[in-house]
């Protein structure tokens, strides 16, 4: 069985992008990249994903008080193949130091309710 490297480097990034599973996916072609290092950037991000297709947005949140990165970021592609590609190269594999965990980002819904069960005290004294 062949192993993908720990460490990543570009060329490798071009071998692995044949490596994707062909399983049916569902997502928007936007990834959730967490694990980041400090020292990762946009432009440093996306050079590291542009090897599985056409990378559209980066974006790396920041803490508004310190400036500094909060160690997540989002990477979206034009293709949800591309994005999925990405995601089974590179979860797990080393960015600067530091193992990237991925996974593909939910969209976020603004101004709808969010839904939270609650149990009543009547239930939770029958028990």
């Not at 592609?77 to 990237?100: H, I, N, Q, T, V």
Request: hydrophobic share 35%.
């Amino acid at each position: 069985m062949h192993r993908l490297p720990q460490r990543f480097t570009p060329f490798q990034a071009l071998r692995q992008r044949f490596y994707c599973s062909s399983s049916h996916f569902s997502s928007n072609g936007k990834l959730f990249v967490a694990g980041l290092s400090w020292y990762v950037d946009e432009k440093s991000l996306k050079d590291a994903f542009s090897s599985f297709g056409e990378v559209i947005e980066v974006r790396i949140m920041y803490d508004k008080d310190t400036g500094r990165s909060r160690g997540f970021g989002f990477v979206s592609f034009s293709k949800e193949y591309e994005a999925k590609c990405a995601k089974d190269a590179m979860d797990g594999k080393a960015l600067l130091g530091r193992p990237l965990s991925i996974s593909f980002a939910f969209d976020k819904v603004r101004g709808a309710p969010v839904v939270v069960p609650r149990i009543s005290a009547t239930e939770d004294s029958s028990k």
